[in-house]
């Protein structure tokens, strides 16, 4: 997927249709709405919403195969799946709210990396949390609404605390990066 | 039979008049000024707002700080020399990103927080305390950044966001 400026261009991009299914959307809910949706947003925040929600979408789709190739690791990767299900459908929400159609998932997407392993699985997962940081820091810095901002940086939070999750399930040094979301910062 | 003696005629006043003095009394009493009113006037005067201030200086000085007591952690070698050197790194980053930040709008306000971080802040003995010490340091900076972040301009902001989302895995990290 091609991500509109402000933010940085994933890496997991859409792949052509009929590649596979997508994951049927789940009914566990990890992360409450923490603000209530804005009834209006501009086009520059409404063009990061889309990105973000872009980003939860392959992150939804992507995580069932981190899951499949890691079995040692497929119960964080489900819970982390399921979390990026709950932000998906409250950033789908806050854009309908806003009068803004949300975009639909893609039914499969282009790895960065062929996933053969738990290896690749865990690199395919650390590329989903950075490419999810930088798309909600493109939210937070194409707003002045001070809600919405909030709302942003609890994504890019959560994405960066999984980050370091994966670097600590992978034995990637160091397990931080200074500026989460920032190209460049991983 | 009438007597001769023509009746006075009545004073007309101009219907308008008439409105124009009932609306002005009436704005009178719902302003509160009663025009017949002997007891003297307060005059309440709204004191002007002190400026805003610039969230930058405070979250630099919580950085330094915050950096000061990394560093004397790191100093002791060892297991915290070992989990604690990359998050001083971080946090060396973060303070000059501020700082660079401060110095782009604010140059005057930059030089009074340039001068480098130096002295020995104290720290516990033990190397659990220590640690603790420095997560609630993560802790506390992590909501001094994330409430600045809805105050600041755009660009400032996704400087600030991405430093709280930095000092949350900072917390991760030392559980």
């Known amino acids: 997927m091609t991500a509109p400026s402000p933010t940085p261009s994933p890496q997991l991009s859409e792949s052509s249709p009929a590649a596979s299914g997508s ?21 520059t925040a409404a063009a990061a919403m889309q990105v973000a929600l872009a980003s939860e979408n392959s992150a939804v789709w992507a995580y069932s ?39 639909a998932a893609a039914p499969a997407y282009k790895l960065p990396k062929p996933v053969t392993d738990a290896k690749s699985a865990r690199a395919l997962a650390m590329t989903i949390e950075s490419d999810n940081a930088a798309a909600w820091l493109g939210v937070v810095g194409s707003t002045d609404d001070s809600a919405l901002r909030s709302y942003a940086l609890a994504g890019l939070t959560d994405a960066a605390v999984r980050l370091t999750t994966w670097k600590k399930i992978a034995k990637v040094n160091p397990l931080t990066v200074p500026f989460p979301g920032q190209q460049g910062s991983d | 039979m009438m007597d001769g003696v023509s009746q006075p005629s009545p004073i007309r006043v101009p219907r308008r008049a008439v409105l124009i003095g009932a609306g002005s009394a009436a704005a009178l009493v719902t302003a509160g000024c009663n025009p017949f009113s002997t007891t003297k006037t307060t005059r309440t005067v709204t004191a002007t707002a002190p400026p805003p201030v610039d969230p930058m200086t405070n979250l630099i000085a919580t950085t330094q700080l915050h950096l000061l007591r990394i560093e004397s952690a790191v100093a002791r070698g060892g297991t915290l020399a070992k989990t604690l050197t990359p998050l001083r790194d971080d946090r060396r980053k973060h303070l000059d990103a501020l700082r660079k930040e401060l110095a782009r709008t604010s140059p005057d306000a930059a030089a009074a927080t340039s001068a480098p971080a130096t002295g020995t802040v104290p720290i516990p003995t033990e190397t659990a305390s220590v640690l603790a010490v420095i997560r609630d340091d993560a802790g506390n900076a992590q909501v001094q950044f994330t409430d600045a972040t809805s105050t600041v301009s755009r660009y400032r902001a996704r400087l600030l966001a991405s430093i709280a989302g930095c000092l949350a895995t900072h917390r991760t990290v030392l559980g």
């Open chain 1, 23 to 43: 994951p049927a959307p789940s009914a566990v809910a990890t992360l409450a709405p923490t603000t209530a949706p804005a009834t209006s947003l501009d086009k």
């Open chain 1, 65 to 103: 195969l981190v899951a499949a190739f890691d079995p040692d690791n497929a119960d964080t990767a489900s819970d982390m799946r399921d979390a990026h299900m709950v932000r998906r459908d409250d950033a789908s929400e806050r854009l309908t709210v806003a009068k803004v159609k949300p975009n």
